[in-house]
């Protein structure tokens, strides 16, 4: 056996540990493509999310997106897709992700339920791409992000709670992907988005020993899917309180009175038309999400706790009028589902819930998938 | 010496504790670590060395960090009578 | 432990390793200062330093007894005396320090540890005098006992606070903490010493060789629990450190890193629990989590181990080895052989043996000895990691299946007169080894899971019932 020099060893260690380091920063390796689900482990149908380990995925407080490639690496979407299937991918906020609901009773589960077929006899098959996050600017990063797995359509359910424009999401949660999120706000025009205080990833920020974070939560993301696959849950069912019919008689949105909605020069309707052009060839049905619309003491100030009636009808009208002055066409269900057909929050749905809204959409999914 | 006792503790671990009396254990093979004799077994031995040559194997002793070989255990015998 | 803690660990290895003289003071000093910083936080604030300070005053009053007249000198104690007290001063002095970041600032005040310590030194003159300790001996290993059988038994931890909270008169806490750090590992040593100088089999120990041997730093939290007649010569003359040493000592270190904090702590992310078990969908699954736990306590524990024993022989000490591949044996004896193996082999020096050895000496029928001794010992080593139903049905499992392991290979030696050909064996042994590792993993479930209940109902589910 050689003799071995401790100090040597420790030397071209610590050498090669750089050496790997600046290597990583230089080429940035795709990391996130790296897999077990839909390969070793089957494949979560839908993105990760939850609080609690028990449940076999990682916080939700940390922000995902730090690896977007991973967090749908670990989905089936990522799946090639097969010659005789027209793929849709569901964009939208924890309502179309599916609080409260198994992967089988959420909207993309009612839709793939029916065994849709197009008129060219294609399986049309939904996808849930959706991340439990209120902000239409991270709907239009992950559009971004999930053309690559080669849709026919985008569906994705709106609502005036996502449109209003968030720093301290755009700072937190959008922050791993500053640089994309400049380009789309410059490519596509978007105002009212203020990146300023986004940072800048430096060239150390991408070494292995910057990325540590990010590394050892793709590989933990691996670890539980182990759990996902032995149990099928991804999500913690916890019990809640019924939905209030009685409303405050506070008619403020949030910290706005009435009449300072700004839905024009504050909020974010810009990025709504980024995503149609973003999509490019492959349509994108907008559907304005069905809401709770309470029937109790003071109903007549607030349709429920997120919206007072004044809000909701002032976005209403912006929205139609938005809409036909762009030429988009869009699907309004916000007063389809009945209040009784609601769980823990104003736009959280009960399966029947989503079973009404699934077939309220579908003329119009055929009449895409034929006109394409 | 070693090798009258070696062969003494050999027999009695075949014929006694092993129960073949053909098997044949050599002076340098792992008696304790290779799990040929178990805990037990260990004791009746250290009262057949006690009876035979007087000699007192302490119960911390009795383990394979003390003797792991017949070699091991007849020098232990030696050095101890 | 933390990788900063471990890393924090050996540089002060290799900092007394590169001192020239009065090693072992030093050894000393920073063994008793993790002794106290590493102790975890408790409900009453202060025990966070009484317990580290009940720990040294035990070990100097056993000490008092049981060190042979040359090794009580003055002349060759009073170093270690000044040492210890000025640690302890100095750690409790950190309330004018108040270097947070590295101890507690509400220390003791100045005057509770000069009453602490003089009522130490009083019952030091006190032990110091006493001519016959046979009587004394008995009552400290009862008492250590007893604290032993009171920390492991969350009934009493619990019922005793919430007596002492009744008493204040204030609102108890949902969850009672209390922890003495190291006191399962601690307290063998000290019962070892005590049963080795009641043989007359304790080698003479000066007070410094004591409190080294006892909180050892390397050895502190997760043992393993080495013998004082080894330990000491190495500790007067440690093993000098060739090139090859370091290097030897260095693998071992970032190995046992390893093993615990990457191969381990994924481990338990994949590993089999309450909650798993009620959440799972397929035996299949459960096997595989089963598996799983089943290696993770090996990397987790068999790491600690390797850190300890690297860092110890930086030192120059080489400790005692804890794991030899135990889930690669071809059955459940040498599993014992080669799982925990200085716990088991303290059980057996000091229960198992005498125990058998009393009983032999009596006319009973020997598979009835057999069972009687492989249950209790197994029984004992199970409820030495707690007090609770789980870990006495973990012990009688691994009791049985011993002495169940013991009466067939019995009948199969009576059929097997000639040893099996190489092809055979090689056989039997996979056979073997799958099947004692089996053995064990379902061992595990009362081991990790709180109640045999819980236990019974993961193994319907592993073999297909009740999905």
């Known amino acids: 056996m050689n003799k071995v020099r401790p100090f040597y060893v420790l030397m071209k260690a610590l050498f090669l540990y750089a050496l790997a380091n600046l290597a990583f920063a230089y080429f940035n390796p795709p990391v996130g493509k790296l897999s077990l689900y839909n390969w070793l482990i089957s494949g979560r149908e839908r993105a990760p999310y939850e609080r609690e380990a ?14 977007m490639d991973a967090m749908y690496q670990s989905t089936t979407l990522s799946q090639p897709k097969p010659a005789d299937e027209f793929r849709i991918f569901l964009i939208g906020d924890s309502s179309a992700w599916g609080f409260q ?19 060219a006899g294609k399986r049309i098959v939904a996808y849930n791409a959706a991340f439990p996050l209120p902000y239409v600017m991270k709907d239009l990063l992950i559009m971004d992000k999930v053309r690559e797995y080669d849709p026919d359509l985008f569906l994705w359910t709106i609502t005036l709670d996502g449109f209003r424009n968030r720093t301290i999401f755009t700072n937190y949660f959008l922050d791993p992907y500053s640089s994309r999120v400049r380009q789309l706000v410059d490519a596509y025009q978007i105002k009212n988005l203020d990146t300023s205080q986004m940072t800048q990833a430096t060239f150390w920020d991408k070494t ?141 749905r009960t399966p029947k819930g989503e079973k009404i809204l699934a077939e309220y959409i579908i003329p119009q999914i055929q009449k895409l998938a034929c006109s394409k | 010496m070693t090798t009258e006792i070696t062969s003494a503790l050999a027999k009695q671990i075949a014929e006694k504790i092993l129960k073949q009396p053909k098997r044949v254990i050599s002076p340098d093979e792992p008696i304790i670590s290779s799990g040929l004799i178990d805990s037990f077994s260990l004791m009746d031995l250290a009262l057949f060395i006690e009876d035979t040559y007087g000699v007192r194997i302490e119960d911390t002793e009795l383990n394979a960090n003390t003797f792991d070989t017949l070699d091991q255990l007849a020098n232990f015998i030696q050095a101890r009578k | 432990m933390t990788i900063l803690q471990l890393g924090i660990f050996a540089l002060a290895a290799i900092a007394i390793n590169r001192l020239k003289r009065n090693r072992e003071l030093a050894l000393l000093a920073i063994s008793i200062f993790f002794l106290f910083w590493l102790q975890p936080a408790q409900q009453f604030v202060s025990l966070v330093f009484w317990i580290p ?49 590295i101890y507690m600032c509400t220390t003791p005040r100045l005057w509770m540890l000069g009453a602490a310590l003089a009522l130490v030194f009083t019952a030091d003159i006190f032990f110091w005098r006493i001519q016959q300790p046979k009587l004394w001996l008995g009552v400290f290993f009862i008492g250590i006992l007893l604290i032993f059988i009171y920390l492991k038994t969350p009934y009493l931890v619990t ?70 007649e080894r330990f000491v010569p190495e500790l007067r003359n440690p093993v000098a450190l060739a090139e090859q040493d370091w290097a030897e000592a260095g693998r071992r270190f970032f190995i046992g890193l390893f093993k615990k904090f990457v191969i381990a702590d994924s481990l338990a992310l994949i590993s089999v629990n309450e909650i798993l078990i009620k959440q799972v969908h397929s035996s299949a699954w459960l096997w595989l989590f089963l598996y799983m736990y089943s290696l ?40 014992w052989n080669a799982w925990h193996i200085t716990l088991t082999q303290w059980f057996r020096a000091y229960f198992f043996n005498p125990f058998t050895r009393s009983l032999r000496t009596k006319n009973f029928s020997i598979p009835i000895i057999i069972f009687i001794t492989q249950l209790s010992t197994m029984a004992l080593i199970g409820l030495w990691h707690g007090v609770a139903w789980n870990f006495l049905a973990w012990g009688a499992w691994h009791g049985l299946g011993l002495f169940i392991q013991n009466r067939w290979s019995e009948w199969m030696r009576g059929k097997m007169q000639t040893p099996p050909s190489p092809r055979r064996k090689l056989i039997f042994d996979s056979l073997g080894i799958f099947l004692t590792f089996n053995f064990v993993s379902l061992g595990w479930l009362f081991f990790t899971l709180p109640t045999p209940q819980s236990a019974l109902t993961a193994i319907v589910k592993l073999f297909g019932f009740g999905l």
């Open chain 3, 53 to 101: 300070f009940a720990t040294l005053a035990l070990i100097v009053l056993l000490w008092l007894l049981i060190a042979a007249p040359e090794a009580r000198a003055w002349k060759i104690n009073w170093q270690t005396i000044l040492v210890m007290s000025a640690v302890v001063l100095l750690i409790d002095l950190n309330q004018f320090f108040g270097l947070d970041q």
């Open chain 1, 54 to 67: 028990e449940y076999y995925n990682i916080a939700h407080t940390i922000p995902v997106y730090e690896n």
């Open chain 1, 208 to 348: 292995i020993i910057g990325q540590r974070d990010a590394l050892k939560k793709i590989f933990l993301l691996q670890l539980h899917g182990l759990g996902w696959s032995a149990t099928n849950l991804d999500y913690d069912y916890r019990s809640y309180p019924p939905l209030a019919q009685d409303q405050s008689a506070d008619d403020a949105f949030f910290e706005t009175p009435q009449g300072q909605l700004g839905l024009a020069d504050e909020m974010l309707f810009d990025v709504l038309e980024a995503g149609y052009q973003l999509a490019d060839q492959t349509p994108v049905l907008v559907i304005n999400e069905p809401i709770f619309i309470a029937a109790g003491v003071n109903s007549e100030i607030r349709y429920n706790e997120f919206y007072p009636r004044w809000a909701y009808d002032e976005y209403l009208q912006y929205l139609q009028t938005w809409m036909s002055a762009h030429q988009r066409e869009y699907l309004d269900a916000w007063n389809l589902v009945p209040s009784s057909e609601f769980t823990d929050t104003p736009f959280h």
């Open chain 3, 296 to 335: 993770r306590l090996y990397f987790d524990f068999s790491g600690y181990t390797d850190v300890a024993i690297g860092l110890a022989r930086i030192l120059g000490i080489r400790l005692p080895e804890n794991f030899s591949a135990p889930y690669l044996k071809p059955n459940l004896t040498q599993f």
């Open chain 1, 101 to 119: 609901l198994r992967p089988e009773e959420t909207l993309v589960g009612q839709l793939n339920a029916l065994h849709l077929k197009t008129c």
């Open chain 3, 159 to 228: 019922e005793s606070f919430m007596l002492i909270y009744a008493l204040r008169g204030t609102d108890a806490p949902t969850k009672i903490i209390f922890t003495w750090l190291g006191f399962s590992y601690i307290a063998f040593r000290l019962l070892h010493t005590i049963r080795d100088f009641q043989t007359g089999r304790l080698p003479a120990l000066t007070l410094g060789e004591y409190v080294n041997y006892v909180i050892f730093f390397p050895t502190l939290v997760a043992g393993p629990i080495d013998r004082a």
